[in-house]
């Protein structure tokens, strides 16, 4: 069973950074999409980046400017940079490949949350 996992989550004070890393535990083949996703409290999990052929970077709107998506290929893993924080960036950040073939895969998530 394949498994992605997550690190680099913690507290941080508004304006402050953090990086979050993603890996698998062995080899995905044939993927296609890689993504961070955003969980807040109270609310529905929602994209928050994601990267095609490690180099196609699509953002949602609010953390446009602010995060970076990227992949290092010979470490086999993805990085979500995250500048200027904000206390709504709060949440629990979950990392996600999706295959050719359909196959999707999550990470166990990892909290972020920013103090005011």
């Known amino acids: 069973q394949v498994q992605l996992v997550e690190s680099g989550g913690g507290l941080v004070q508004a304006g402050g950074s953090l990086t979050l890393s993603c890996a698998p535990s062995r080899t995905i083949s044939n993927v296609s999409i890689r993504g961070w996703h955003r969980q807040a409290p109270g609310k529905q999990r929602d994209s928050v980046a994601s990267?095609?052929?490690?180099?196609?970077?699509d953002y949602a709107e609010s953390v446009q400017g602010r995060f970076t998506i990227s992949v290092d290929s010979a470490k086999n893993t993805m990085y979500l940079k995250m500048n200027s924080l904000k206390p709504e960036d709060t949440g629990v950040y979950y990392c996600?490949?999706?295959?050719?073939?359909?196959?999707?895969?999550w990470g166990q998530g990892t909290q972020v949350t920013v103090s005011s």
């Open positions: 996600n490949y999706r295959t050719l073939q359909g196959y999707s895969y």
């Open positions: 990267i095609v052929g490690g180099s196609f970077t």
